[in-house]
């Protein structure tokens, strides 16, 4: 039990479409990421939020937007994307931003992404 | 710029079979080293860390011990179940205070019985 869930599992979207990605963690977590997994390629940092504010964008296109209401939610706004988009989208949160100690990050399930 | 390499997959082994995941980093300073496991179709879950050198993480009956004298953080165990088949990554948290963790392309493990 990881207590971060993410919505939907799987999305299908075309390159018009305009569609968004959730992540609720229920760990009173303050810090919270999305990471993109593509087949065969490491895990690429997107989006960091600390507090609800971002404190890390990895020169991400901006077709991509996140968005954090507060430190429970956070969300990946998607429109005219590009099929080599489709990947799995992780998101993970942990206690704090990282320093020294090595905090643990906690992953949810991820969104499997297909854009035709 | 720090990164992970990790050995190329799959690894396929017999059940009892002894496990060896290579992983070494390139870092400035002192980072602090993890091992997460992917199952089929979940999120990565932690399965060990070592925040200096010489420490060994351990859980589950994996082992990992960061050597800084060879920049590795190599994973092991004794006896692996089918229940191990998973996708392993190794990864590190450097300088800075932003989060970010560097991940290796993950080596895929499987078991047979």
């Known amino acids: 039990e990881t207590g971060v869930t993410q919505t939907p599992r799987h999305l299908v979207m075309g390159m018009t479409n305009k569609k968004s990605l959730k992540c609720e963690q229920h760990l009173g977590h303050n810090a919270m990421y999305w990471y993109k997994q593509s087949a065969k390629k490491p895990l690429e940092l997107m989006f960091v939020?600390?507090?609800?504010?971002?404190?890390e964008n990895n020169s991400v296109p901006s077709r991509f937007s996140p968005e954090c209401p507060n430190s429970s939610h956070l969300f990946l706004h998607l429109h005219t994307l590009q099929p080599e988009d489709s990947a799995l989208y992780l998101c993970?949160?942990?206690?704090?931003?990282?320093?020294?100690?090595?905090?643990?990050?906690?992953f949810g399930p991820g969104t499997r992404l297909l854009v035709l | 710029g720090d990164s992970v390499t990790q050995m190329e997959g799959p690894v396929t082994l017999s059940e009892e079979a002894f496990l060896t995941i290579n992983c070494t980093y390139t870092a400035t300073g002192y980072p602090s080293l993890f091992w997460y496991v992917q199952y089929p179709g979940e999120g990565l879950q932690l399965l060990l860390k070592?925040?200096?050198?010489?420490d060994k993480g351990s859980n589950k009956g994996f082992e990992a011990t960061y050597r800084k004298e060879t920049t590795s953080f190599h994973l092991e165990k004794g006896s692996v179940q089918v229940s191990d088949s998973a996708v392993y990554f190794c990864a590190l948290h450097g300088s800075g205070n932003t989060g970010k963790l560097i991940f290796g392309q993950g080596t895929t493990l499987q078991v047979k019985p």
């Open positions: 993970a949160s942990s206690r704090d931003i990282q320093g020294a100690g090595g905090e643990t990050q906690y």
């Open positions: 070592a925040t200096k050198a010489d």
């Open positions: 939020y600390s507090l609800e504010e971002r404190v």
